[in-house]
């Protein structure tokens, strides 16, 4: 691989949605280009070298950001990803991982809770979770965790409200 090869890939990452098809080792060839670049500006002392050394840099970098960018969009759209390397693999399912943890998490509290009338006035009582609800008066709204709120439900104290 040689800075030609990196600056096509950049113009296809640019251009694309989706991440390009990279092999699947390829942040090791892009250290390999770099160590040989390094040593061979050291061992020039050439301007021209320690520019090219730069540039590689650069492009690197701007590939690295722009292919994370479709990864993250990728696993948080749920999409399976093609043409990743190692590390990208990595990130695209701990990404994914942790989007799902947190989806979880927000339809669990979602369908955890409830919104009620109350209808029949309820006095201060002690829940299943064993904190304290009420006192409710007629004609409140309220949120509850579903185990209340089927309670009142089935007491005849409340109503559900959608």
Same mark, same amino acid.
């Given at each position: ?36 670049? =390094? ?49 990208? =693999? ?17 339809? =669990? ?16 009582? *002690? ?22 709120? *089927? ?12």
């Amino acid at each position: 691989m040689d800075f030609g090869e990196l600056r096509e890939i950049e113009k296809k990452e640019l251009s694309t949605s989706l991440p390009t098809q990279l092999p699947e080792n390829f942040y090791d060839i892009v250290k390999e280009l770099l160590e040989e670049k =390094r040593k061979e500006a050291v061992v020039t002392c050439s301007i021209d070298a320690v520019k090219e050394y730069e540039n590689i840099k650069k492009t690197v970098k701007i590939i690295s950001q722009k292919r994370e960018e479709k990864i993250i969009l990728l696993a948080l759209r749920g999409q399976e990803a093609e043409g990743l390397t190692r590390e990208e =693999r990595e990130l695209w399912e701990k990404v994914q991982e942790a989007v799902g943890k947190m989806r979880e998490k927000v339809e =669990r509290f979602l369908e955890s809770e409830v919104r009620v009338k109350i209808i029949k006035p309820v006095a201060q009582y *002690k829940g299943m979770d064993n904190k304290l609800y009420g006192p409710f008066n007629v004609g409140e709204e309220k949120v509850l965790p579903s185990q209340e709120a *089927k309670l009142l439900l089935e007491a005849g104290l409340a109503e559900l409200i959608k």
